[in-house]
């Protein structure tokens, strides 16, 4: 064996004889080959996934928008979203972004993406996401002030009906965030229900000022929301003012 070589197996392994530092030698220098084949002839069929988050488009800040990042091959792949107490849009497609948004309340969630080729998850990631609640804070701070009164107020029927209509408006004193909604309540026994109907939230017009029409009850209420307010059909309490909620009066229906 070359001298030199010898010397260089015995400063590797200066405790062994010649024919065990030849072995260790080979078998490690075995393993590195096979880690670098591993590594350059690995499954050309292996998907990865990667999440990435940004701001969503537009001014609502309770939205993300969360963009898989994958390596492997792309060829019928189908994205799944999925979220712990949030919502995602959409929830299934072949493109690799959606749209995240915060459930009401909430400022933390988890977000996991399942990449689908026929029948098969072949790769899977999540990520964590923290609301901006500075930036939230920042926004609030631009619609303080704005105040909502209802000026034609229903009469006054503790336990209404589907079958009692009146005519309810008022005026919104202050700019409220662009994208604001106002959604009205009324009070039949301990419940408060939304009118006219679910999912029908009202516009604020040029003039600052709001009419609808409602079920009648013992008191009612109006709240000026910003997008993506999911509104309850029906409540034990009101909301608070904060977060979605910008504003909020309650009146007594008129006797």
Same mark, same amino acid.
């Given at each position: 064996? /070359?001298?030199?070589? /010898? ?17 260790? &030698? ?10 670098? &084949? ?40 189908? %994205? ?44 899977? /990631? ?10 939230? $804070? ?6 303080? =002030? ?8 229903? *009469?006054?029927?503790? %336990? ?18 662009? =994208? ?15 009118? *006219? ?7 604020? $017009? *040029? ?21 993506? %307010?999911?509104?309850?059909? $029906?409540?034990?309490?009101?909301? *608070? ?5 910008? =504003? $909020? ?7």
């Amino acid at each position: 064996m /070359n001298e030199s070589f /010898n010397q260089f197996l015995l400063s590797l392994f200066p405790s062994m004889n010649l024919r065990r530092r030849c072995t260790i &030698f080979c078998f490690q220098f075995l393993a590195v080959i096979a880690t670098i &084949f591993a590594a350059g002839c690995g499954d050309r069929n292996l998907v990865q996934v990667q999440l990435h988050t940004r701001p969503s488009p537009g001014k609502d800040l309770l939205r993300l928008e969360i963009q898989a990042q994958v390596t492997g091959p792309l060829t019928g792949i189908r %994205y799944r979203w999925f979220s712990v107490s949030g919502g995602c849009e959409p929830q299934e497609s072949d493109s690799p972004i959606t749209t995240f948004k915060f459930a009401e309340n909430a400022t933390r969630d988890r977000v996991t993406v399942e990449l689908w080729r026929d029948d098969k998850v072949v790769a899977r /990631n999540d990520i964590d996401v923290t609301l901006d609640e500075e930036r939230l $804070r920042v926004e609030s701070e631009r619609v303080i =002030g704005v105040k909502i009164e209802i000026t034609n107020i229903p *009469p006054y029927q503790p %336990y209404g009906g589907d079958k009692t209509h009146a005519d309810i408006g008022g005026d919104v004193d202050g700019k409220a965030a662009s =994208g604001c909604k106002i959604f009205v309540y009324a009070r039949a026994g301990d419940t408060w229900y939304i009118q *006219p109907m679910a999912d029908s939230p009202l516009t604020i $017009r *040029p003039d600052n000022t709001w009419t609808s029409w409602t079920h009648t009850g013992s008191s009612y209420a109006a709240l000026i929301v910003r997008p993506g %307010y999911d509104a309850p059909s $029906r409540l034990d309490l009101l909301p *608070p003012i904060g977060g979605y909620v910008v =504003g $909020r009066t309650v009146v007594e229906g008129r006797k």
